[in-house]
């Protein structure tokens, strides 16, 4: 098939798309209310509360959702932990059939999840369906694969899977999270108790629907809704074996608090404020177009996003007058307009945050640049900005916003920017463009940064394992690496 390509497209090399059958994709269906699903069945929630998931492009309710309480949390661990014994002990290869048999629904399902992806979360249409979807069947594919041959992975030595595993998961790639996370669980035989974010728990839920349709053993896969109160409650229930959380690093602190002098195993993937650096001998245009990418995909809620931008001081101006070009021309609006560069922020709260982010950069004096075209009258919108000259002690260079903001630096020499790249908390990733793979190979070593892209950026594979140094967490997801987070090995 041809790879789908366009100006704001995002390099990749594998195409993971699939054509489903227009027939079985045809029809987006929302309900008005989703219960939560526990042991193989949607039930109602004990708590007896639901709340409101909005659209960020129309401020509208698109359905209710339940908000599981500890009881709740409860019922969902008592039914993943039934399912264990039977299901970590079926022949691998039959476990295999159930994680490749979900992946294949979700590609059938493709468009559906797009489109729910997208009214859901604001994200453009044309990531959620070329990116986000794909990428998701990708992983069940990769990890269904893995399942019958543990023993390879881990050669000589006693495997055995951890138990019943609670999965708490952001809102900036909803269903690729989920994803990433029940993948590798069930290929090494757990079973699961998996929370979507509040904001963007949609295809969390239609993908419940599909492994109900999947025919997956009741209570291997449980997905609760709620916010932090019920993540919470996953992460201090006494029969969870371990904990995958990805999120902000605040809250992954709390979480390695709640869960010290416990047996819960735990992978932590948080926050990032990742370098992007540009040489002068760098094909400047490709170098342009990945420093846009970086920080502009999915409006910035990506904790790998180049969001710190350093340009070799020699080739300062022509750098900053591509970047304003090209910011001109991006389109903002409507998610679900394939056109569509840059979609809604996610929610009112993050609007928040990042608008109060430019402030800041405003009291602090700094030079910035927004294009000139207008934003929809409704939704929660912002527009992509760049910060000049930013100092390495400047909140915009030091905190993660988490919204399309690029803060620019300069620097003169190699020393000078891994220096100031490392000056960091986070540790998650790091671009480098240059024509010289020495310098890239140089800087992917010394960059304290757990994936350093050199000339591309923000590029997945589920083979490639995922994760972070320092505040930026621990543990790592994808590849043969994210099989380990799963077992007891001996
Ligand atoms: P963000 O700040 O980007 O919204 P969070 O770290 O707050 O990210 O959220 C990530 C996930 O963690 C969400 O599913 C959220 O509901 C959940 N969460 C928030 N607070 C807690 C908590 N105290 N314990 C467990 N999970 C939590």
């Known amino acids: 098939m041809a790879k789908k390509q366009n100006s704001f497209s995002l390099n990749f090399d594998t195409d993971w798309n699939y ?73 691998a290869s039959e476990r295999a059939k159930y994680i490749f048999r979900i992946a294949r629904l979700i590609q059938e399902r493709a468009r559906e999840f797009a489109v729910i992806e997208s009214l859901d979360g604001g994200k453009p249409i044309k990531e959620s369906r070329d990116i986000d979807i794909p990428l998701a069947a990708a992983h069940f594919f990769y990890y269904a694969g893995w399942a019958d041959k543990l023993e390879y992975a881990f050669p ?44 963007t728990s949609l295809t969390a839920l239609k993908l419940a629907e599909l492994i109900a349709d999947s025919d997956l053993p009741e209570g291997v896969v449980n997905i ?20 995958a959380f990805t999120g902000s690093t605040e809250v992954g602190k709390i979480i390695q608090r709640a869960i010290a002098g ?13 370098a992007n650096i ?31 931008l350093f340009i070799q001081e020699s080739i300062k101006d022509e750098v900053e007058k591509k970047l304003k070009m090209r910011l001109e021309t991006l389109r903002i609006g409507d998610p679900l307009d394939k056109n569509t560069d840059i979609g809604a922020i996610n929610s009112k709260g993050q609007l928040e945050t990042i608008e109060a982010y ?29 910060f000049f000259d930013v100092s390495q002690s400047s909140r915009l260079s030091k905190e993660e916003i988490f919204g399309p903001v690029l803060a620019i630096q ?69 590849g043969m690496h994210g099989l380990e987070a799963y077992l007891s090995i001996k």
Not at 23 to 34: A, G, N, P, Q
Not at 164 to 190: D, E, H, R, S, T
Not at 262 to 274: H, W
Request: net charge positive.
């Open 156 to 199: 000589n030595r006693k495997i055995k899977p951890l138990g019943v595993a609670g999965q708490i998961i952001p809102w900036n790639f909803p269903l690729l999270m989920a994803a990433w996370k029940i993948a590798p669980a069930l290929a090494c035989g757990n079973t699961v108790v998996l929370k979507p974010a509040e904001t």
């Open 224 to 243: 609760v809704t709620g916010a932090g109160k019920t993540g919470a409650a996953i992460v201090n229930h006494p029969d969870i074996d371990k904990i």
């Open 410 to 478: 300069t620097f003169r020499t190699v020393d000078e920017v891994i220096e100031k790249a490392n000056n960091t908390p986070y540790g998650l990733s790091a671009g480098v463009w240059t024509d010289k793979g020495s310098k890239a190979f140089n800087l992917s070593s010394q960059l304290k940064a757990g994936v350093v892209w050199a000339n591309t950026f923000n590029k997945f594979d589920p083979a490639s394992p995922f994760g972070g140094f320092k505040e930026s967490g621990f543990g790592r997801e994808g």
């Open 262 to 274: 416990t047996n819960k195993k735990a992978t932590l993937e948080l926050g990032g404020k990742a």
């Open 19 to 91: 054509s489903p059958a227009p027939e079985s994709t045809s029809h987006v269906e929302i309900k008005e209310k989703y219960d939560l699903f526990i042991g193989g069945k949607f039930v109602k929630p004990k708590s007896g509360k639901y709340f409101d998931t909005i659209n960020p492009a129309t401020e509208k309710s698109l359905a209710k959702v339940a908000e599981a309480n500890e009881k709740d949390v409860d019922s969902a661990v008592k039914s993943a932990r039934k399912a264990f014994k039977p299901w970590s002990e079926l022949p």
């Open 358 to 386: 430019l402030e800041i950069g405003k009291q602090e004096g700094l030079t910035s640049f927004q294009p000139s075209y207008s934003l929809p009258k409704k939704g929660y919108y912002c527009k992509p900005t760049l």
């Open 278 to 308: 540009i040489f002068e001998d760098a094909p400047i245009d490709q170098a342009v177009e990945g420093v846009i990418n970086g920080i502009f995909f999915n409006q910035g809620h990506v904790c790998c996003a180049g969001s710190r």
